[in-house]
Every structure is written in C-alpha cells, then in structure tokens.
C-alpha cells in the first residue's frame, strides 16, 4: 500500500468516527432541541467565522514557510509550499496528528528534500501551536480555575523536553541508543541532520516568532469560537470571549492529548462539557451547547479537511511522478543530490 493510499484510508476512517461523534452529539442533546437551536444560529455570521480559520491557516502557513527557510530549504515555491501545508490539514483526522509527515513526504515528492531534514519543522511547529494554546488558555485559567492540572502538567512536560532537544550530552547519548538498533542501521546521518535542525527551529529567535505566530493564529479560531456563541444568542461581552477562548484552548489540548483522530470524541466532549460548566447564562442549554460543538468543530476541523482533500488531489501526482522517476528513497543519491545542490 502506497503512503497517499495509507493517509487516505486513515482519512476515511476519521471521517466514520466523525459520523458517529455527529451522531452521539445529537443524540445527547436532544435531537429536537439541537435542531431549533441550529436553526435559530445567525448565519450571518458564516462569513467572518470562516475567514477568522482561513486567517489561522494562512498565519499557520506563514510559519511552515519560514520555518522551511530557517533551515535552508529554499527550493520549493511560495505556490507549492501552500499547496503542501494545505494537504497537510487532512491529517488532522490521523491520531496524535502523526499523519502530518505527509507533508514532508509530499516536499520530498516535489523538491527530493529528504523527510530527515523537513520533519523537525513539523515537530517545531506543533510545539509552538501547543505553547500558543496554552499561552491562551491560561488567561482563562485565571478567571475560571477549571482544568488547570492539565495545562500546568502540559506547560511542564514542553519545557522539559524543550530542555532536553538544547542538551547536547543528552541528545548524543539518545541518538547513539536510537542508531544503534538494528531498524536504524545506516540512519545515523539521517538521525544527526535531524537533531540538527531541530535545534537550530528552536534557537529563541525561531522558537520566538513560531510561538507568536501560534497565539495569533489560534486566537483567531478563539473568536470564531466567540461568534459562534454570540450567533446562538448569547450577549455579547469580554466575558463570553474569555470563555470562548478558554473552551477552546482547552477543548484543543485535550483533543490532542486524547491522541484520537483529529480529538474526535474528547474535543466534542470537552467544548460542550465546558460550556455548560462555565458559562453562567440562561441561553446556555444542553441544546445550545451541543449546536456550538459541532458548528465550531465544522468551522474549525471539517473545514480545514475539505480543504486538505482539494489541495491533495491537486499534488497526489507529485508522488506520481517522483516513484516513475525512482525519487521516493530518502536515502537515494537523487534525493540527497538535489537536497543539497541548491
């Protein structure tokens, strides 16, 4: 089975979870009840509620193309890369998000950049989203006290390995264990370009624009989130933004830590049992919660995976292409020839 055919059926399988989620949502909050309430939503707002993910993907974009150029990969297009990352968002439904290696698979189907010196940028970028998560969700933390054992163990659990990643006594001694196996035979190249790379994406400067790109980025879902509830007929204020953004935040991280495809289940279950929890209003019922979730996991997850299968089908003959030309070997001459020939 090829790589493209393996993500497709791990996407397939997302989308029969995500049904069965829809399902139990529906089911949980009153099937009536969750209808009126969807149908009394502002639609409206549809529009900027959009525009505020596309801002979060085109942001998250921005830091997949300069992380790229910080360690040098200077071959691909602007055109291409946003093709890449694009793709990427179907991976959002493989657990734990490890399906995103597509997108260092597909760099290498177009360019011949081996998958050893690209996959620490999707490492670096996942770590700055989740350091941006928290920075967000720590506000709320303040103001709610729900949680926060998860987001202080979390919070401990990067700066511990953020440590490590910059320890080089320690890092040598993990990579000569790892290299010493025999599946790792002849990757201790590999293994050294990687932590290479790493490194240098989390020198501060990188690391520093990566988590400032993070908290904008996810901030804008945050108010995609808030106007979702104002269009179900909540008021207005700071209050319901702080907890749009809290819920969120939280509901994120739980989701990834959940390690299911795209968080299904755990994310559903944390937006709604938060907002019943949470918000003090009397709009706020299990209907209404229900109806938030699954239009904020649309906006925010099934939306970005509509996206990923067109950008996808777009580039699917790049791997075409690099197989006819026997460019799919990241330790082949061809592939490491144009890797550095630049």
């Given amino acids: 089975m090829t790589v493209l055919a393996q993500h497709r059926r791990r996407l397939f399988i997302g989308g029969i979870i995500g049904i069965f989620v829809v399902v139990a949502v529906v089911i949980i909050s009153d099937a009536g009840a969750l209808a009126d309430a969807l149908e009394s939503f502002d639609w409206r707002l549809a529009p900027a509620i959009f525009g505020l993910t596309l801002l979060n993907y085109l942001l998250r974009w921005v830091k997949w193309h300069y992380y790229l150029h910080v360690i040098d990969v200077d071959t691909v297009t ?60 720590f506000f709320g933390l303040i103001a709610f006290r729900n949680g926060w054992q998860i987001l202080v163990a979390s919070a401990i659990v990067i700066a511990m390995g953020l440590l ?47 988590i400032a790109i993070g908290v ?54 944390s937006v709604a049992g938060l907002l019943l929890l949470i918000v003090d209003d009397p709009g706020m019922t299990t209907s209404v919660a229900g109806a ?10 099934w939306f970005g995976v509509l996206i990923g299968v067109t950008a996808l089908a777009r580039v699917a003959h790049w791997v075409t292409d690099a197989e006819d030309d026997g460019a799919t070997d990241d330790s082949g001459p061809r592939v490491e020839g144009m890797a550095t020939g630049r």
């Fill in 164 to 210: 490590v990643v910059q320890h080089d006594a320690t890092m040598v001694r993990l990579l000569n264990r790892v290299g010493s196996m025999r599946a790792m035979k002849g990757r201790a190249a590999s293994l050294e370009l990687l932590y290479t790379n790493m490194r240098t994406l989390l020198r501060p400067r990188p690391l520093g624009m990566g």
């Fill in 78 to 137: 602007r055109r291409d890369s946003a093709l890449i990352f694009s793709a990427g968002l179907t991976m959002a439904l493989t657990p734990g998000k490890v399906g995103e290696l597509l997108k260092s698979y597909l760099l290498r189907a177009r360019t011949g950049i081996p998958m050893s010196r690209s996959a620490p940028v999707l490492v670096a970028e996942r770590a700055t989203d989740a350091i941006g998560l928290l920075i967000l969700a």
């Fill in 292 to 301: 938030a979730t699954l239009l904020v996991r649309f906006a925010t997850l």
């Fill in 216 to 269: 904008v980025s996810w901030f804008f879902e945050c108010v995609a989130f808030y106007l979702i509830l104002v269009g179900l007929d909540l008021p207005r204020s700071a209050e319901l933004l702080l907890q749009a953004t809290f819920v969120f935040t939280v509901s994120a991280w739980v989701g990834g830590l959940s390690l299911l495809p795209g968080g299904l289940g755990a994310s559903e279950a």
